[in-house]
């Protein structure tokens, strides 16, 4: 089985990198080349000091080169049960986080003149996968509507729902217009290439194999190389377990494999039922199906059964998926599918903190980082200058690693089997 991504395929050259070889020195070393690293170091090198990347594998080889490139404003958590659980003004401070990580996403690519992002925003459609599903979404438009007094995301009929889409399963949705799509990995490597031009040194096939201090500095080794720096910013998210440099990271995260499949290219006649409008759409099942128009063909994306490897079945199981959701596209090709680990947290919410004075992390994005990672990258720009930064529920605080790691995580993949079936008989 061919496994490739749309986005690897169509991808802009990234820029000419070498592995570490031999000892450099800088202020804030970064460990892994994706979102959260690069736009750290973005932030870092604005602010004058000196950033350095070490990648275990090649620029953006985890998420943030094989994501869906939907931008959302959402978290997996509900503004309305956060409100419930921790009151009114932290539920707004987190509204007010995800609509800014949009905006630092939409300001990357304008700053740097990203035009290869390909951003489309087109707005987001949540659509109701049943009643019960359409009754939170209601929920939710209402609590927006109520506590911010404005429209950011406003319910649509199940009428309106099959135009914007072309499928006739759902049965009403809320519409998000702050929202769309990128070309994910070119969006990364827009950034790499930007990074490079000025300067910043970025190493890829250079894993972390250890990270210690020696006196004021922080040490980070890598097979041919070491670096000292005065701190270390861990940006490995859901592959914290390459080496046993990021366990402690590792411990907090559960991953989760979650996979995409890209069409052949449909016809003018099937493609203009699709997604006329431009808008990308996730729906409200516990185990999350997406899709988007991009180019001439449809993307769709799952959560699910998935083991630790890519599998044919995994990938027929999302193919069946997606032509129950477009019966006209049963007819048609796959040409591409890859996956990707998302890093889940047991809160569903992604954290950023210190594990001491020098080190810092931002991980946890529980599969909606492209937006986030980029907010993270400028709050822990702003974190490693010493500056007091409020993430409130993100704050790394009472993010502590999980307690029988090694046991609860493939517990927590067996309950992702019972979430399925909850979704299988519409509870
Ligand atoms: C299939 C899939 C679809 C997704 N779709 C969406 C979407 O549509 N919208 C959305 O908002 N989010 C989506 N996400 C989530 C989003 O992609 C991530 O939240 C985001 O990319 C996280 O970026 P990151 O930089 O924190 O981590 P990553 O991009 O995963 O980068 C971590 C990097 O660290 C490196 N690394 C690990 N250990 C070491 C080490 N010891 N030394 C050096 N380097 C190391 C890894 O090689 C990797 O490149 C999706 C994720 C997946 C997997």
């Known amino acids: ?71 959302s404003p959402k978290f997996r958590v509900g503004f309305p049960g956060l409100m419930a659980r921790f009151g009114r003004d ?9 609509h800014a990580a949009v905006d630092s996403l939409v300001d990357m690519i304008e700053t740097l003149g990203l035009d290869q992002a390909r951003l489309h925003m087109g707005g987001h459609i949540a659509a109701a996968h049943n009643v019960h599903a359409l009754g939170g979404l209601q929920a939710t438009a209402n609590w927006i509507k109520r506590e911010t007094g404005g429209a950011s995301s406003v319910m649509i009929s199940a009428d309106q729902v099959r135009e914007m889409t072309g499928s006739t399963i759902f049965c009403g949705g809320l519409l998000t217009p702050k929202a769309g799509g990128i070309h994910p990995l070119n969006y990364a490597r827009g950034i790499a290439q930007s990074l490079h031009d000025r300067g910043v040194k970025m190493y890829i096939n250079s894993p972390a194999e250890q990270v210690r201090r020696e006196g004021e500095r922080i040490i980070v080794q890598t097979p041919q190389g070491r670096v000292s720096a005065r701190q270390v910013i861990y940006a490995t998210n859901g592959y914290s377990d390459q080496t046993r440099a990021t366990d402690t990271l590792h411990r907090r995260l559960i991953p989760f ?25 996730g729906d409200t099942k516990r185990m999350l199906r997406w899709f988007r128009v991009v180019g001439d063909r449809l993307i769709f994306g799952g959560r699910g059964a998935f083991g630790k490897n890519d599998s044919h079945n995994a990938f027929r199981t999302l193919q069946r998926s997606m032509g129950d959701v477009f019966p006209v596209l049963r007819d048609y090709k796959i040409d591409f599918r890859w996956s990707g680990l998302v890093a889940m947290t047991l809160d569903y919410l992604p954290h950023a903190g210190q594990l001491d004075d020098r080190s810092f992390y931002a991980i946890g994005y529980n599969g909606g980082g492209v937006a986030m990672s980029t907010w993270m990258g400028r709050q822990l720009g702003a974190m490693t200058a010493g500056k007091k930064v409020d993430l409130g529920l993100m704050s790394g605080e009472k993010f502590k690693p999980i307690p029988l790691h090694a046991f609860r995580a493939p517990g927590v993949r067996l309950a992702a089997g019972w ?9």
């Open 1 to 71: 089985m061919t496994v490739q991504s749309l986005w690897a395929a169509t991808a802009q050259p990234s820029p000419a990198l070498q592995s570490l070889e031999g000892e450099r020195q800088c202020d804030v070393v970064i460990i892994g080349a994706g979102y959260t690293g690069l736009t750290a170091a973005h932030h870092i090198a604005l602010s004058g000091r000196e950033p350095l990347i070490v990648e275990a594998n090649t620029l953006a080889f985890g998420a943030s080169g094989r994501n869906g490139g939907v931008v």
């Open 90 to 98: 932290t539920a707004l401070q987190m509204y007010h986080a995800g």
């Open 257 to 281: 494999r979650s996979a995409i499949i890209a069409t052949e290219p449909l016809p003018a006649h099937v493609l203009a039922g699709i997604m006329p409008g431009g808008q990308v759409c």
């Open 419 to 427: 979430q399925q079936f909850l979704d299988v008989i519409g509870r």
